[in-house]
């Protein structure tokens, strides 16, 4: 499952719909370490705690424990960006689902919603990245109930929706958005229905659009996938240094690629494997340089370098100067 990561399109759509409800949305922001900058940018994403806090401050400012469900029955699909677009221009719901699993993680992976057939019926179902935030995956089922019935301009319902919590209040207003039976402290969260709504048209259909916006979402994905290649290899990268070499394949065994596929991963992404592992020294360089208590040699020591004049020459060619020098300054 990607990193969780939330694009700032839902974030300023989150912040919108709690301005409707009287809320200081410029507090709420700052509260949750947002900042204009930040919102500027519909496509990027950003940490997903940033929309976990500001879901949690509206529901404490509003006292509505419901917040996430209620947001999610409000659902528009400019929620979703790019995405959003090529969905509404889907020709049935079926392809919805299809792109949906495939790219649903470009602006929301707090959780994924994976499309499962059974035999006599169909499910999405929640897996969590790590929060157990209720109203997470209320508001995505509320989301997804929402926009079929706007893109299809049909009432249609689920034939049984379940959660693995608690109801977050009245049961009865759960099964009045659904029009279904609604089971809570389930084994896990899912959304069943007919398999018959997969081949349920949309009101918007357009192949030629949606081939235009598939091609952009897909590039979007690749790139993304590059970038988690890069921050999942320095994070291994950190922890391996010093304690044995970082090799290539050692580091595609434990990012489960194979060498070939990890090197086209970086080359993509504009690095190298050996220019990731100088960028990873630099930055442990500069933490180890901080901690007074380690000698030069134990720095050196530390990055894996077989003699003290090797992290020397490193160091000059990084930031022009000593490490005794630069530790001075700091």
Known sequence: MPEATVAVSMLRALLAYLGTQDL??????RASGLNRE???????????????????????ALHNPLLGLEFGMAAQPDRWGTLGFLLRHCATLGEVLSYQARFAHLVNAVGEGRFVEHEHHVALEWHSAGSQMPALVEEAFGAWVRFARWASGREESPTLVEFSHRA??????????????VVFCAPACRLCFDPALLDVALRTP?????????DRVEARARAAGDRDVHIRLKAWLMQTIGNTTPELGRAAQALGLGERVLQQRLQTGGTTFRRCVDEARHELALRHLRDSRLSIGDVSHRLGYSEQSVFQRAFRRWQGQTPLAWRRQH
Not at 24 to 29: E, G, K, P, R, S
Not at 168 to 181: I, T
């Open 168 to 181: 977050q209040g009245d049961p009865a207003l759960y099964e009045a958005f659904f029009d279904c039976p």
């Open 24 to 29: 200081d949305t410029d507090a709420l922001a």
């Open 38 to 60: 930040v919102l500027a940018h519909p496509e990027r994403t950003v940490d997903a705690s940033h929309y976990e806090r500001l879901m949690q401050a509206g529901i404490v």
């Open 206 to 214: 357009d192949a030629q659009l949606a081939a235009h916006l598939s």
